[in-house]
């Protein structure tokens, strides 16, 4: 017996109800999948390429440099980019407890000049500080401190976007200007080998004498 008409509409809508559940199961196991993986690994890391983070801490190292316009020609101290260890995230990092993870490195480099004296120390800072207000960093940290034996100059910025940070630090035992330039935890291709790391070094520009 052919089937009428409201028959057939009711077929039909039944399997259109069918499909519709059916895409909606497969959305929720899906969303489910990844709501589960993303508690379990936490938040991914975002990708990089070390060459270009190391090149960025050496230009930012260069701009700092050049920022603090020193009355005269210092011999500034060569630096080198250095890793630091990365941690699993997530409810993985129980299985992993202060196990750090080969594929994801933080970056950093500091850099050194000696013999600055106190009131050339903070005319310098001066001149960073404002630099990086300029340039849309974020002070998170004040380091200026007075002791009975012991002057320390000091601060700590951040980028609002990416992470990275730059401390200065000088104090009057020393009468040393300390930078860290540093760039937080990313993930890096296999293969990666930071002690044979050509971009690794950095060496200032030559400066000319100030006055």
Not at 71 to 80: I, L, N, T, Y
Not at 106 to 128: K, N
Not at 158 to 179: A, H, M, R, Y
Request: aromatic content about 10%.
């Amino acid at each position: 017996m052919p089937k009428t008409p409201l028959c057939r509409a009711r077929t039909s809508r039944r399997s259109v109800r069918y499909a519709v559940t059916g895409l909606v199961l497969v959305a929720l196991s899906v969303a489910a999948a990844t709501a589960a993986n993303r508690v379990w690994n936490g938040a991914p890391y975002p990708l990089a390429d070390p060459d270009a983070v190391a090149q960025r801490l050496k230009d930012q190292s260069d701009e700092l440099y050049d920022g603090f316009a020193l009355p005269e020609k210092h011999a500034v101290d060569s630096g080198r980019v250095d890793t630091g260890a990365c941690y699993y995230r997530g409810l993985r990092s129980i299985a992993h407890i202060d196990e750090a993870r080969s594929d994801v490195r933080s970056f950093g480099l500091d850099w050194s000049v000696p013999d600055i004296p106190e009131a050339t120390a903070r005319d310098a800072q001066r001149r960073v500080r404002q630099q990086l207000v300029k340039q849309g960093w974020k002070l998170t940290h004040e380091g200026d401190r007075a002791g009975a034996t012991l002057r320390e100059l000091g601060f700590r910025f951040e980028t609002p976007e990416g992470g990275d940070q730059v401390d200065v630090q000088w104090n009057d035992s020393t009468t040393t200007l300390f930078i860290s330039v540093y760039a937080p935890c990313v993930q890096v291709a296999d293969g990666f080998a930071e002690y044979d790391w050509s971009e690794a070094a950095w060496h200032p520009k030559e400066q000319t004498s100030r006055l």
